[in-house]
């Protein structure tokens, strides 16, 4: 089944605020245009996964209701250095002001998806996942989120309020794993508990304590390994810490259920896409 | 002079909107803590240029506005692996629910800030500035215009609503760069007047119908040597397109006075930032 | 531990809201007071349980950032009839203008954990929990899943957004049990599956198709017990529709896990709360 | 002729935050479900009246613009056990998505609507009003002020800001009943004055002071009467405080104006209504 | 009494609007300035009446929480030219980004209150009040209706929603004087209800019909005199159109309560306010 | 070419923003109206220039989107006393709840256009232009400015934080125009420098300086035709201070290129424009 974007109520409240800081009161360059049609083609440079079609549309559509989006690729799909993304006919003055906003969300979202679903091929034949982590940019988490899933990876937890991840910074604090599972068990009922373990003896005492996920942080392939055969399927296992496409293919060999990686949201490169404009 | 950040009245906004984002109604994992005092201490684990010191003091003052916030570098200060950054003291929970996103901001600026100046020490030595472009994050213009600042470049125009620039797709229909320029002259008198050209013709073209900057897009080092010196110092040159760390010290040396730089803020790799916490 | 309330942001940002909706631009009656010092004190004059202190707090605040308010109870505590709960004290208009929105909010909170906590007692000695819907007052939720918790029972998920619940309505669409829970395990591993059972047929192909929770829907007693019985402790067992205090201890006793309220939230009685004001 | 309802912004701002708080980026459960086309039928499960029938319209047409929305009743009607409400027809998600929203704002304005019919059935006949307070929901008064009016009351003053009413607080502020009337008849001349009064001394005072409305406070039956004969029928007569059903009618037949119950809006049970889903 | 400006909450939100609007991510000028401690006076360049000093004094302190503002005069007090009205100590920054905005809101609602005032001034000693009407800047009225109240003027209703004033378009749409009052006596029992009277025959139709308030449109002084003859004290009087500070005098003479007047709002003449701003 | 109005999105926002501040909840008067069709017909009393014909627009198609709007004049056009200016069809609520709001708007910003229009018209032949400045109504900025434009006349700079003005304040700071210059160019090379001039010394400063543009700040018509032959073209030169109708021919014939005027925009009388309703 393929990801759902956003809710319309948020794609269109994000992209309006992203016109506003663009726009605001005037785009001062196309003042001079005289009010013709135009037809603006989006294509990308490099290849990559496509992502962010729903909110380029809506940029556009915010600027001029009636104007006409014709997507020629979904979100999901492999761009070819060359391929058509996109077709807008409307007013000169649509497709410049809103040029820029919708080119930004598109290479910012598709250099998400394209990241990941190079860590995702990587991977292919284990059972492992790839996971985004909370470590996105402030303000655009909801779309960075979903741009994992168009790649192929699981959003897991969205924020603070969805899901339980007990890190060392809470065990130091409670003063031990099993006093901190015991408490998220106790509050949580109907959730996941996920606790943190920097080695194997911490690995242990968390599968002890009833935890039923546990974060293997920044542990080597070896450690990974002997996380496995200590886990014996029951409890899942997340890796995290230093995973590169380097590294990925040996790490989910493992057996580890997840991979989560940081880069993936906060350090992918943008994929060059860029918008053609001429008078109809 | 240090670049200014954005007005308080900005970064709180966005530091609360970030807050909501992550937290929302409840931080569910530090739920399960006892409301004790501690100490956050953030620092590097990597080199860089540090930014975004007020807005991690914004999102903890958010949470607790009697925290302690002590910073121990300022933004535009070098980061080595393992300075220390700021210490924070307050309630536990105040730590722990304000670390992911002070960290998020953190990391984003203090990538592009570190970033700037790598491209800045490359032409160190040449009138050429290094710019930003509006090739940013949709909703953190602010935020990353200064952090470009911070690195040692120039913020260019923010938005569409504070500069001309008049780009190929106006210029096509306009219908020449002769017309397109008369009539932002005509409707802009108090501002330059930039307009792209896209080889030697179009700039000698642009030279004459009065440009202040002419934007160079996509040419070679041998091309923008001969733009110098067919511009003569009576217009500003602006390179664009292709620039990286291997090129920048080459296309700088031909005499441009500006490089403008997509990449500083589209693809910034993030700078591994993190928090200790400890009960006091 | 005791719950605690949404993060201040969160109140303030609600308590703003309020104050919008009764004063706006003016306090019209008020207006026509002189400027003294006064004194308000707010009481109970019924039974109950405390909630909302926080809230209360921040609309006297929000209109005099100077004014002290000092609780005499916190968030929980039993009420009496004449229990005094807060005094304030500050410019009378402002202890007249915030009064009303102040104990509109503690009315409700209040009442809210009244009735929870009534629930509470009915089933102390068993296993069972009580646990909020998502029936709520539109935009109280984060207030009113809290009120929940100070009574003594569970929140249970907060929104759409934090938990799989896959009801009847979903399974119709999708055509069967087994393929739900399939592909919800599929897309949310890092999360507990919960699925409507409408009888104990249900209920074991929901625990075969794997399900971590099962919702019993409408169940009399009888089938309760039968469906504890059937489960064997392998999944939850939560009981919802048609719980009222007159039977809710009976199905506790059946030794499911969860019992779920609508009514704690959509319809509980507001509790008496006033405020005595007089001069300084 | 038939209440309004609040103008169509704001009831759209208000159904879009409702989903704000129930959706967020994802409805989880939904994303299970295949992209079909599907039928919801709302439906009562009690008896009651109607109410909130154009907010329930606004959810889904949020979540879908071109989703079919069909009432069969209109706000107002008798819902009957069985009774169908409307019918929607689009996304099964759609559907799935504002389910529960819409019906939370339906069972809670239905209810109110309701107990507020069963008042004025009550005292059909004489010549009292039912009037609503300002003892409302925080955030949700613009409705539920309507859903009084729906039920055949009557608003009152909706807010601080659009009504004088001297409470006993204000009165001993300022001193007396006299003085409190003089400042705001010749502050708010072209607004009606409307004072408490605890009996009937400070009754005849107010009509003395020329007060155009008297909240009579908590006065029994016998002192009703007593204060219609003295009033004649200068002032109009507000009576307040412990009205039930079971009392309502004495209390309208003592001849007063008004009859204001805030358990309209803080307490009303609210009515049960849901939605079936299934496929097209 | 003195009028009482808008609650804090509210003129804070307006500042903070305004603030956006001029400032928004940067100050480009004062980025030019080190960071050195200032003083800036504010002083009339003209003779009127001071509105303003709050929202004045929110301005710099959203900009610089801990900067100084001292006030020299109050609201309602006279301005002469050269009079000093406050003066802000703070960085120089801050100083010089507030500036214009503070002295925008000072000159719009200086002009109005002085306006106001010398309409009041030349109506003393009749029984007649100036009042505001609903012909406002947009999104300002709850400034300038409290600016009307500090020159002596009475704000008269604030907006659609607290007031009933029956114009001719209603009454041509109902059909009649007589059922319009009657209908909107029948809905608003706890309102006054105003109505609109083109001729002296209109006037004795709506006083017959009970209205409360007659709004005698565009008569000249006779008919005004005649008005107030017939009328007997029975209803008040509102006159309204083509009033100017030549024939104000005449009109408050002819009797009538009420005078209003949308120039006031709409057309009041800015007083000039300056800063200067000089280094500590 | 016409100016272009502010973009869509920023019209519906302050036409919305406009539409809560009038009605909020309910419009009271108009509910006692049944609900029929009707009809609306705008038209000027005065001569003028129209402006604001999008906003009155939106302010009705925000209250009934069906509605039909139907433009007789386009914003720039000329009024006469009399002039159709647009016509609705609606509801008669419609009409009646909109019709304030859309008439403050349309008489506010067609006061702007004819005002400066009087002035555009006193310097035809010259070659000055006509400047408006930061001096605005507060949050009406972007319609402000747009309304200059439709008079003829020229926005300059929109706020803070798109053009750099450097003040006397500025410079007292600095310590000299020089410095403050040579500052601005460093930090700003891509935008104009303006920098304001108190005399013919600080004006010849200035020019060595470098400066783009210089503010003539209060000079006499003398003073601004020596400056006029100082600059000789190197500089362009504004004008400010003390411009009136009488003076406006006089000060554009010495030559300068801009005259800016504050009274543009905070000081134009509203045109009188009214609707008239009647049923379908």
């Known amino acids: 089944m393929n990801p759902s974007p956003p809710p319309p109520f948020l794609i269109e409240k994000i992209a309006r605020a ?159 794993i099993k006093e901190a599972v015991r408490r998220a068990k106790e509050m949580f009922p109907y959730q996941k508990i996920e606790i943190e373990a920097r080695n194997l003896e911490e690995l242990k005492e968390a599968i002890d304590a009833g935890a039923d996920i546990i974060l293997l942080d920044n542990m080597s392939v070896e450690e990974l390994k002997e996380a496995v055969r200590i886990a014996q399927g029951k409890v899942m296992l997340e890796a995290s810490g230093g995973v590169s496409l380097d590294n990925v293919t040996e790490i989910a060999e493992t057996g580890v259920d997840f991979i989560s990686i940081g880069a993936l949201t906060h350090s992918a490169k943008a994929i060059d896409i860029h918008m053609e404009v001429r008078r109809l």
């Open 18 to 176: 992203a016109l506003e800081e663009d726009i605001n009161w005037r785009d001062l360059t196309s003042s001079i245009l005289e009010d013709v049609e135009a037809v603006g083609v989006i294509s990308s440079k490099e290849e990559g996964v496509l992502c962010g079609i729903q909110v380029a549309r809506a940029v556009f559509k915010i600027l001029q209701d009636d104007c006409q989006f014709k997507p020629f690729l979904e979100d999901g799909d492999p761009l070819a250095k060359g391929s058509f993304i996109a077709e807008i006919r409307g007013k000169a003055k649509t497709l410049l002001s809103g040029e820029r906003v919708a080119l930004n969300f598109l290479q910012h979202l598709s250099g998400i998806a394209t990241l990941t679903r190079r860590f995702v091929e990587k991977i292919r034949g284990t059972k492992a996942r790839i996971l985004a982590t909370r470590k996105t940019i402030p303000l655009l988490r909801a779309l960075e989120k979903y741009a994992v899933e168009v790649g192929g990876g699981y959003p897991h937890r969205f924020a603070l309020y969805d899901g339980i991840l007990i890190k060392n910074n809470h065990i130091a604090l409670i003063g031990g």
